[in-house]
């Protein structure tokens, strides 16, 4: 037996009629619970994901009452798809729904009855309910999926879920445009407006909420993070090593005790991020962004930080040992008690930066910006500082042993009780087209080495005029050329130090130890030697030559003159006032000339 052609809603006597109505409304009271239940099912199941699986995309996620796992990437899809269709097959009976509630038949009407299924109800509740599951639960649902892919990896599924989310929206408006005409405009217009704020404001506050993310103590090596969005998060305690974070959002998140080891975290926003105890062993992260980063109590040895903005940051007690901040900028950090052993920092930005009590034994600062920087009792030992900017900067009680500091600037830096044991300050020659070019001499005008320790520092041509050398260790210094012009060695021990060719002009050498010091050729017009152990009994044992320029009340020893020399100072009436240079004068009455 054939069965019957369906036949049209048109063409319905009133028998046909309720027996579709019949049958529509038990399908659509079937598909009201399939959608609910089916809307309700991926919303936890999304929710519910951990986050590692939301910013990876590749984790499994457990299904609800244990259905079994799926890759949270592919129920991202699977999931609005599923939605998508049992919606679309419940409009098909919808539209049945509509179509034969306008279509009558012409006779029995009054045979014609409706079964009292939620959607048949004139009641408030009972429409909105219906318009909730059947027009608004679909993409408020998508949107769940839309705001738990905004972080990690999904971005490409957060978009596919946004314009699925707007496209049921539409029809959704659509449909509620059909009520302008049974509807008063005004209340219409309410609906609408309601409806739309409701839908932005549920969104926004679902985007925030899912935002929040926690990786505390998890297990992320070798995860790939790259440009993931996951600000605010919290990896307290997680294990990164080895993971790609290049580009990632990590502002204001929680890293605190976070093992980074060999991670690249290149181009990172790591703006307020808390790296306390963070272990960032050998991880790169050059061109990261971590102003107001928080890294006390870090381990960033061998660690790239090559320009790097880091100002005004906290890194109290990090460990930096071999860490490369070339062209970092980190003026007014906070650098105190940190290890920065063998450190680069060439062409790195310092200024104002507080390195107080840290190591930067055999660190490299050439040509680096120190100026008013807090270097006290750093240990600079063996570490470079050629062309290096010092003015005004804080050096007490440092340790410079055998620091290179040829042509170095540290006019009017503060070198109080530090240690120059067998510091270089010679002129820095650089090389111009593979030759020598002009001497860059190491400036320490107006420097304070207050008892600083200078033995067997080389001042070779500096620069030290107007400098405070008040009961400084000079043993063994050399200062060949150096210019010394109104320095103050009060109490200074320059004990068999070289002043060849040195300008001691109005120094002030008062108690000064000036035993076995080279002063051939040197300059010490209008010198005040006053106390000074410089007496003719012990004058004698000093090296120097008749060039020398000595205060008028010195007389000249007899081993630095020739014989011709003696020959005419022992003619002259007044032999204590006799100087070797005035020959040629009246060399008997010097203050005539």
Not at 180 to 188: D, H, M, P
Not at 326 to 353: P, Q
Not at 466 to 485: E, K, P, Q, S, V
């Amino acid at each position: 037996m054939k069965n019957k052609p369906y036949t049209q809603i048109e063409n319905l006597d009133a028998e046909g009629w309720n027996r579709q109505h019949k049958e529509i409304s038990l399908t659509l009271r079937v598909m009201f619970r399939i959608l609910l239940v089916t809307c309700l099912f991926c919303a936890i199941t999304v929710v519910g994901a951990p986050d590692i699986a939301v910013i990876t995309g590749t984790h499994s996620i457990p299904l609800p009452f244990g259905v079994g796992k799926v890759p949270f990437s592919s129920f991202t899809i699977a999931g609005p798809l599923l939605m998508i269709g049992v919606l679309i097959y419940s409009h098909i009976f919808i539209s049945l729904h509509q179509r034969l509630e306008s279509s009558l038949p012409v006779s029995g009407q009054d045979d014609l009855y409706r079964l009292p299924y939620i959607f048949n109800c004139d009641g408030f509740f009972s429409r909105f309910l219906t318009y909730l599951v059947f027009y608004m639960l679909v993409p408020i649902s998508i949107l769940v999926f839309s705001a738990r892919t905004t972080s990690g990896s999904m971005i490409f599924h957060h978009i596919i879920n946004i314009i699925l989310s707007v496209v049921f929206l539409s029809l959704t408006l659509t449909h509620l445009a059909k009520l302008w005409k049974r509807v008063n405009k005004v209340v219409s217009v309410f609906i609408l407006i309601a409806y739309i704020s409701v839908f932005f404001i549920c969104s926004i506050w679902i985007a925030n909420f899912t935002r929040i993310l926690d990786f505390s103590e998890a297990n992320l090596s070798n995860v790939n993070l790259k440009k993931v969005d996951v600000k605010g998060a919290s990896f307290h305690n997680a294990n990164l090593t080895d993971a790609n974070l290049s580009e990632i959002n990590l502002a204001n998140a929680d890293l605190r005790g976070a093992d980074l080891t060999n991670a690249n975290v290149t181009g990172a926003d790591l703006r307020k991020t808390k790296l306390n105890g963070a272990n960032l062993t050998n991880a790169n992260l050059t061109k990261a962004k971590l102003t107001f980063a928080n890294l006390t109590g870090a381990d960033l040895t061998g660690v790239n930080l090559t320009k790097v903005i880091i100002r005004s940051n906290e890194l109290d007690r990090a460990i930096l040992i071999k860490a490369n901040f070339a062209e970092a900028d980190l003026r007014g950090a906070n650098i105190t008690s940190a290890n920065l052993t063998s450190a680069n920092f060439v062409g790195a930005k310092l200024a104002g930066t507080n390195l107080i009590n840290t190591n930067l034994k055999k660190a490299d600062l050439r040509g680096v910006d120190l100026v008013m920087a807090q270097l006290g009792n750093a240990d600079l030992t063996e570490a470079i500082l050629k062309k290096v900017t010092l003015t005004r900067a804080d050096l007490r009680w440092a340790n410079l042993t055998r620091v290179d500091f040829r042509g170095a600037d540290l006019r009017w830096a503060n070198l109080t009780k530090s240690k120059f044991i067998e510091t270089n300050l010679k002129p820095l020659i650089p090389m111009v087209a593979n030759k020598p070019g002009i001497p860059i001499r190491t400036n320490l005008t107006g420097a304070d080495f207050t008892e600083a320790d200078l033995t067997g520092a080389d001042f070779t041509e500096a620069n030290l005029l107007g400098a405070d050398l008040t009961n400084a260790i000079f043993t063994d210094a050399i200062f060949l050329r150096a210019d010394l012009t109104g320095g103050n060695l009060t109490g200074a021990s320059l004990h068999r130090a070289d002043l060849t060719e040195a300008d001691l002009t109005d120094a002030i050498l008062i108690g000064a130890d000036l035993t076995d010091v080279n002063l051939t050729d040197a300059i010490l017009l209008r010198a005040d030697l006053t106390g000074a152990r410089f007496a003719k009994s012990i004058i004698s044992l000093t090296r120097g030559s008749a060039s020398t320029i000595l205060p008028q009340e010195i007389a000249y020893p007899d081993t630095w003159l020739t014989a011709a020399q003696i020959k005419d100072r022992d003619n002259c009436k007044k032999p204590n006032v006799w100087k070797p240079y005035w020959e040629g004068v009246d060399r008997c009455s010097p203050m005539t000339n």
